[in-house]
């Protein structure tokens, strides 16, 4: 299903989308590319969306053995698609977190193909949440081609030839995290689940649902900080 997008700019989206973007400079040593994804703006239209409530206990290790994260913390991760032109856009609140955050890849926030339960590669590679306090938080939109700066068994970077289609045919089978040097696996994890992002603004219901709470977090994602993103984008064009 696609979308307009009629999200409104949001002081917290310029915030944590200006804050997050000095994440990108931690790329991990090596021959591979440093990044091949590109900052851009909020595209008009969405084709699909995702939310994840990450949880300490959800975190396994590459074998997929039980690798509890950090005690207490939470993560709350939205995520809107452009399949069409490869554009992610991301809006990322971490609670609880604390300590330096640690990962062979370029950033130690990403989508991993992995199922419930399981360890896989990750695929997407975002700025590491960022703030003062108890919460840290992250927002923008990148467009593939992608990399995670990770070398995978074949040689090749983990995020090579990835596209988001791959999300949208099975967001199951793929899960959000944060790494922090205390918590290796993971301090908190969690898998995709679609959400509605239609009828945000006018009230309307998305295609396919008249089940009110499925309309509300429709539109709980269009009134997200990720509008900043836009205003963000056309002042680092400026500088």
């Known amino acids: 299903m696609r979308t307009t997008n009629t999200a409104r700019p949001t002081r917290r989206g310029l915030?944590?989308?200006?804050?997050?973007?000095?994440?990108?400079?931690?790329?991990?040593?090596?021959?591979?590319p440093a990044s091949a994804e590109t900052e851009v703006e909020m595209p008009d239209t969405f084709t699909s969306a995702y939310s994840v409530t990450a949880t300490p206990d959800a975190v396994v290790d590459a074998e997929g053995n039980p690798a509890p994260g950090e005690e207490g913390a939470t993560g709350m991760f939205t995520f809107?698609?452009?399949?069409?032109?490869?554009?992610?856009?991301?809006?990322i609140e971490l609670t609880g977190v604390t300590g330096e955050?640690?990962?062979?890849?370029?950033t130690a926030?990403?989508?991993?193909?992995a199922n419930a339960g399981e360890g896989g590669p990750p695929r997407l590679s975002f700025p590491n949440p960022t703030g003062d306090g108890d919460v840290r938080t992250s927002a923008g939109c990148l467009q593939g081609p992608f990399t995670t700066g990770l070398e995978g068994d074949d040689g090749n970077d983990t995020g090579e030839g990835f596209s988001l289609t791959e999300i949208e045919a099975n967001p199951?089978?793929?899960?959000?995290?944060?790494?922090?040097?205390?918590f290796l696996p993971g301090t908190v994890r969690g898998q995709l689940q679609e959400i509605p992002v239609g009828g945000?603004?006018?009230?309307?219901?998305?295609?396919g649902s008249s089940d009110p709470l499925l309309i509300g977090l429709g539109a709980g994602?269009?009134?997200?900080?990720?509008?900043?993103?836009?205003?963000?984008?056309?002042?680092?064009?400026?500088n």
Request: glycine share 16%; with cysteine.
């Open 15 to 32: 915030t944590a989308a200006a804050g997050g973007l000095g994440a990108l400079a931690l790329v991990a040593a090596g021959t591979l």
């Open 80 to 91: 809107m698609i452009n399949s069409d032109e490869e554009i992610i856009c991301y809006d």
């Open 101 to 106: 955050y640690e990962s062979p890849a370029k």
């Open 109 to 113: 926030t990403h989508i991993h193909q």
């Open 172 to 182: 199951a089978g793929f899960s959000a995290d944060t790494h922090t040097a205390e």
């Open 200 to 207: 945000a603004e006018t009230g309307g219901e998305a295609a």
């Open 221 to 238: 994602v269009m009134a997200l900080g990720l509008g900043g993103v836009l205003l963000a984008g056309r002042g680092r064009q400026q």
